[in-house]
């Protein structure tokens, strides 16, 4: 019998009645040789369940270094005959495909958990523990030196993963000085793993077998480096398993890249912030100054209307204050803001004159490209004796509401046009004199014009605002502010609403203590 492929014939006795030349050099099965203990024992099982069931069924296993399929088929005398097909190739490329589709299944998760947070802290956690779980015994994630230490997560497979600083060389190690600097990794065959330093293997983790080291390339910088380390006794890392721990550092070194630029940007931001949020008031030289802001946004900190308080240079002079609304709202208006703000304080010396201030910052703002326009609020307050002489300019704003002791509501008569867009912005200067327990309120338009009340469509209005602002009579200034804040938010709702600023100016019922000096909250005699 002539065949292309290796066959044995076998009967119901299980002895080989025939066996090609092919098949002698795969199982050294001799014609008229019992099958069991002559062939593996997986091929006898197969031909006794054969023999036992009288339905063929193939069976692929493993003869040396080879994988065969055994094909039976039944001989008209009941003889089986059993092919054998050289499988290895086919179950190669099959293993190679489940491990491709393996691999590729875990950097999608990897990485949809690495972009899940943007701390940076959190992606090397992360990193660590994936690579810890999927690729090693042990992996460390090391990011570029911090104050002379060397940041470094390190995770176990099935622990969690663990922070620590470092005050190392990374040179000790062959290749991670490189990875550290985003060069090309070195082949973990040079490294060899007898000499690793005991700061780079974890407490008991035993002696190593291999090390994988890796750069986290990042956004033009690099994000760090990741070692991957295995026991004595596993096998080494293949070439491929090299390669996927490099895709797998590529995704991570993006992650904690971007992670790290955001903290970097966030900070930055923070910090810029930090000039825009309006500031804290408190009683300068025997005046007292609140003030109060809400965004037009409640995630928003920064916004289109701003106030500030400058005490004066010289006990007994006058300290300026002013309460602006930018045209707009949100991040381009505070920018705006930002800059008006800047330019005042930048004019502080010719605060003695409103007219002046207005129209110096009238001319910047014209001259410049924003097209946002400003309205403004100035006032110039200095105690004198028991009273608070106020000096009250208006660019455009709502007219400043004085109130007195007894409730009784007046409007400020200064009037003026608005900042930034014609060549001159002209505005009068009125002086109002606060009596103990008077106290002056500057505010903006988002108060006036909220919508809400029953039906969330009707203005707030100067009518409730006036009648709100009497039943605050004899009040501290703080609690004026937080009167007011309360009232426009139950007024709005969830409605929609413009940014609402409030500052209140007024004079205390008793006499400043000199020796306080206005530099604190204050403390008053009877």
């Known amino acids: 019998m002539s065949a292309p492929y290796p066959v044995v014939i076998v009967d119901r006795a299980g002895t080989a009645r025939f066996v090609n030349p092919q098949t002698d050099r795969i199982l050294a099965l001799q014609h008229g040789e019992l099958l069991r203990g002559n062939v593996p024992d997986w091929l006898a099982d197969a031909h006794a369940r054969q023999e036992a069931d009288g339905s063929p069924t193939s069976v692929s296993r493993p003869i040396g270094e080879r994988i065969y399929e055994a094909h039976p088929t039944l001989q008209e005398d009941g003889a089986v005959a059993w092919w054998l097909v050289d499988d290895t190739d086919h179950q190669l490329a099959v293993e190679a495909l489940r491990m491709e589709r393996e691999r590729t299944r875990f950097l999608t998760e990897a990485s949809n958990a690495l972009l899940a947070s943007l701390n940076l802290e959190r992606c090397m956690d992360v990193t660590a523990q994936l690579a810890a779980e999927h690729l090693a015994d042990a992996a460390l994630v090391i990011a570029p030196r911090t104050r002379h230490r060397l940041p470094v997560v390190l995770c176990l497979r099935g622990g969690q993963p663990e922070h620590l600083a470092w005050d190392v060389d990374p040179e000790e190690v062959p290749g991670l000085g490189e990875a550290l600097q985003g060069f090309p990794p070195v082949p973990s065959r040079w490294i060899d793993p007898m000499s690793a330093p005991e700061w780079l293997v974890p407490d008991g983790f035993g002696p190593v077998g291999s090390i994988v080291i890796t750069p986290l390339p990042g956004h033009g910088v690099p994000a760090g480096a990741l070692v991957l380390l295995r026991r004595s006794g596993q096998d080494a890392f293949s070439e491929g398993e090299e390669v996927f721990a490099r895709l797998f550092a590529a995704r991570a070194g993006a992650a904690m890249s971007a992670a790290r630029l955001y903290a970097e940007q966030s900070s930055i931001a923070q910090t810029l912030m930090q000039d825009l949020l309006p500031p804290l008031l408190r009683t300068v030289g025997g005046v007292e100054f609140a003030g109060g802001y809400r965004t037009a946004q409640d995630q928003e900190r920064i916004g289109g209307d701003f106030y500030d308080v400058h005490p004066a240079v010289v006990e007994g002079e006058e300290s300026f204050a002013v309460l602006g609304d930018v045209c707009g709202k949100g991040l381009d208006a505070a920018v705006l803001t930002g800059k008006i703000r800047n330019t005042l304080q930048a004019l502080l010396p010719l605060a003695a004159d409103h007219q002046r201030m207005i129209d110096l910052l009238n001319s910047a703002l014209v001259n410049s490209r924003a097209t946002r326009f400003a309205t403004l609020a ?129 004079a205390p019922r008793s006499a400043h203590l000199s020796a306080v000096g206005g530099h604190t909250r204050g403390k008053y005699t009877a």
């Open 378 to 506: 100035m006032a110039s307050a200095v105690r004198d004796g028991g009273v608070v002489q106020v000096r009250v300019t208006s660019a455009g704003h709502e007219p400043a509401l004085l109130v007195r002791s007894d409730g009784s509501v007046e409007a400020n008569a200064s009037r003026g046009t608005l900042v930034g867009v014609l060549p001159t912005a002209r505005a009068t200067t009125v002086r109002e004199s606060l009596q103990p327990g008077d106290f002056l309120v500057l505010f903006t338009d988002g108060f006036t014009e909220a919508k809400g009340g029953p039906l969330g469509d009707e203005l707030f209005g100067e009518a409730r605002l006036r009648n709100a602002l009497a039943r605050c009579a004899g009040m501290p200034s703080e609690a004026v502010v937080e009167h007011m804040l309360m009232i426009a938010s139950q007024w709005v709702g969830s409605n929609v609403h413009d940014d609402m600023a409030v500052m209140v100016i007024a």
